[in-house]
């Protein structure tokens, strides 16, 4: 089945740094993949999709490029602020079921700090 | 995308009574719907897929009699935690699929057993 690889946390940054978070996928064709996020004690808010292979999604300052040729899905933001602290997952289509499930990844919590 | 609430949004409950969480789709006819739960500092774990006018279909390792799923409409599923005990205290999210595949979830019930 579909699977992701993401990784793994803590990640801390100062205020205004890069950030990257890696995420790479295994799937049967080119399913949509998802980046999710979830602050502490809330559940999950899809922060941005690719629903084909070289879409870019984009939404709040991230972004994640949807490369065929290194399975990859990486976010990231130019300048990560405080309240960007969360745990970020990668997800895509579980193959099984008819695509109807989701696989996540294992999540990576992002600490900004002053 | 779309709006998915949950009620209770956290609950407190004596070991061996039950406990009734619902997730409601508020701008979106949603004929599947699915439940989580989440560990602390883990990612969500896929309990089962509800569908409206048929039974669950439960993951692996999920007891039914004891995770009672009834999705009678379209736009609400409820989550029937029955003869709870402390290791059934947890996070549980809902979700609704989307039209690529994504999930949009509700904001989480916080269960506490006693």
């Known amino acids: 089945g579909n699977s992701v690889t993401q990784m793994e946390g803590p990640v801390t940054l100062s205020e205004e740094a890069f950030l990257t978070i890696n995420c790479t996928y295994t799937?049967?064709?080119?399913?949509?993949l998802f980046w999710y996020v979830q602050y502490p004690g809330e559940g999950l808010q899809l922060l941005l999709k690719a629903t084909k292979a070289d879409d870019k999604g984009s939404n709040k300052g991230f972004e994640a490029t949807y490369r065929k040729e290194t399975t990859s899905f990486h976010l990231e933001k130019g300048s990560v602020q405080v309240s960007d602290s969360a745990v970020y997952f990668c997800?895509?289509?579980?193959?099984?079921?008819?695509?109807?499930?989701?696989?996540f990844g294992t999540g990576t919590q992002l600490k900004v700090e002053l | 995308g779309a709006v998915v609430s949950q009620h209770p949004s956290w609950v407190i409950c004596k070991s061996g009574t039950s406990v009734k969480i619902e997730c409601r789709s508020l701008?979106?006819?949603?004929?599947?719907m699915f439940w989580y739960r989440q560990f602390p500092k883990q990612s969500l774990m896929l309990m089962a897929t509800s569908n409206e006018g048929s039974k669950a279909t439960y993951e692996q390792g999920v007891e039914k009699d004891k995770f009672l799923i009834n999705h009678a409409s379209l736009t609400l599923s409820t989550l029937t935690v029955t003869s709870a005990h402390p290791e059934d205290s947890s996070f549980y999210i809902c979700?609704?699929?989307?039209?690529?595949?994504?999930?949009?979830f509700g904001p989480g019930t916080r269960l506490t057993v006693l």
């Open positions: 799937a049967t064709g080119y399913p949509s």
């Open positions: 997800a895509l289509p579980n193959a099984t079921g008819g695509g109807n499930k989701l696989t």
């Open positions: 701008d979106f006819q949603a004929t599947t």
């Open positions: 979700s609704i699929r989307g039209q690529y595949n994504e999930q949009f």
